[in-house]
């Protein structure tokens, strides 16, 4: 008798192993028409624990968040360690054979695959993603969710496997589409604002419900969770959130003469430095950069505004487009959401909430004046800081959505620690690291 019910207890433990499996799954593939607010008793499955973690799980993420030395220390000195920065390297052979199975890569890499809130479901975004880099699929599962809509643009430049892997990660989801004409992106020259601009049209056609756009690149990273996001973009009340201010006068020369694009590279026109003609319906020209919030009657106008067809096909042969093209935009009256040409109007990258960008002439010291920010705790490329983790704590200080340059390549424990905070504070059940 004894034995008998030793089996039958037996049976009923394998029987609910099954069952909880089944349940798991059936979180993936069962549509959902509807927040059900039961879901937040089944969250902790998808919290990131050491178990999923790589090689940077030896990191305490919850000292380096809080600025401890011992632990910032830790960090510096692993990611200086080539043979760690191998170990965390995952190869694109390992997408393209993971996704082979949609279902079991999906619940492996635990993508929020359900709205966690009815506020977030009924307040959709639209993100294009102008991608070349490693990065790509972290940050994807970092922003991702089920009612939000995904254009990916991979540079036609990138290695064959890049593309590869990039196309087997989007093709399990739905709600996630490669753009429709793709093009060899240059830096600072008019292929990086056509390759947002043909995500945008993707975008703008393929879903009439989605309430903001926002554009990103490989190198971008969330400084908030969706929701957070979400309340940030409420908070504007149809406006938009862009750096647009005065152009400096040493910057006058990117829009006076006439640029192209030689053996991958722009440059000057040779032939009498050819000056271009004013802009058309005399637009001042504003300073911006490449990465704006706006709302879907903005990208409206970008694709169908005759003045702002005129002012797209006047910039072609500018220099570094992107760095007033959306500015000068957010000051043409009439656009949804925009702002008087007044400078009283003017915004900086530092008021605006599309990016924390931390340029080398800008930092100093804690005790300094003139600073915007204090020093990069990473490295610098083209004047741009590649934060470190000891710029973590800082940063989730601000109040900017995301912020550039992040690199797996350069500091891995920075983008792991940011995720692991990110999807601890979008989980409502309990934080690893006490957010207040």
């Known amino acids: 008798m004894m034995l008998l019910k030793r089996g039958r207890l037996l049976l009923l433990l394998k029987l609910t192993v099954v069952l909880g499996s089944v349940w798991m799954f059936s979180l993936l593939i069962r549509p959902k028409t509807g927040w059900d607010p039961t879901y937040i008793f089944r969250y902790g499955w998808l919290e990131y624990t050491d178990a999923d973690g790589g090689p940077e799980k030896v990191c305490n993420c919850s000292a380096i968040l809080q600025g401890e030395r011992e632990a910032l220390l830790q960090a510096k000195l692993l990611t200086i360690t080539k043979a760690f920065r191998k170990s965390v390297h995952i190869p694109d052979e390992y997408y393209i054979n993971a996704t082979q199975d949609c279902r079991i890569f999906k619940l492996s890499r635990k993508y929020l695959l359900f709205p966690l809130s009815q506020e977030e479901e009924d307040f959709p975004l639209a993100y294009s993603m102008v991608v070349h880099h490693k990065n790509f699929e972290r ?21 064959a496997s ?29 292929p ?44 504007l009340k149809g406006g938009n ?33 050819k000056v271009k003609q004013p802009p058309p319906f005399n637009l001042p020209i504003l300073s911006g950069n490449a990465y704006i919030v706006v709302n879907r009657g903005y990208i409206h106008s970008v694709l169908k505004d005759n003045r702002i067809l005129a002012l797209i096909e006047w910039a072609k042969d500018t220099y570094s487009p992107d760095e007033f093209l959306w500015a000068t935009i957010q000051r043409i009256p009439g656009v949804p959401g925009s702002t008087r040409p007044s400078p009283k109007y003017d915004i900086t990258d530092i ?27 990473g490295s610098h490329v083209r004047a741009i800081c590649v934060y470190g983790a000891g710029d973590l704590q800082w940063m989730l200080e601000q109040h900017h959505l995301f912020a550039n340059k992040f690199d797996t390549d350069t500091d891995p424990i920075a ?12 989980l409502p059940t309990r934080s690893l690291f006490k957010i207040a």
């Not at 056609?205 to 979400?230: H, M, R």
């Not at 647009?244 to 032939?271: F, M, Y």
């Not at 008021?351 to 705790?377: D, F």
């Open 415 to 426: 983008v792991y620690c940011l995720e692991r905070y990110l999807r601890e504070k979008a």
């Open 241 to 273: 959130s862009l750096e647009s201010e005065k152009l400096p006068g040493e910057k006058r020369w990117r829009v006076t003469v006439a640029h192209e694009i030689v053996d991958g590279k722009i440059q000057v026109l040779l032939l009498l430095r």
């Open 162 to 190: 890049v593309l590869s892997a990039i196309k087997a990660i989007t093709s399990c989801f739905p709600n996630v589409f490669m753009v429709s004409k793709a093009v060899s992106v240059v830096y600072s020259a008019w």
């Open 139 to 159: 940050l994807l599962r970092a922003i991702y969710a089920p009612q939000n809509i995904y254009c990916i643009h991979v540079d036609k430049k990138a290695a």
């Open 351 to 377: 008021n605006a909430i599309a990016r924390m960008v931390k340029w080398q002439w800008h930092e100093g010291s804690q005790g300094s004046l003139e600073a915007a920010y204090p020093e990069c705790q």
């Open 192 to 235: 990086r604002v056509q390759a947002d601009l043909n995500c945008m049209a993707d975008l703008y056609n393929a879903s009439t419900k989605w309430k903001y756009f926002i554009n990103l690149c490989g190198q971008d990273f969330p400084l908030k969770t969706n929701l957070e996001i979400v309340r940030a973009l409420r908070s």
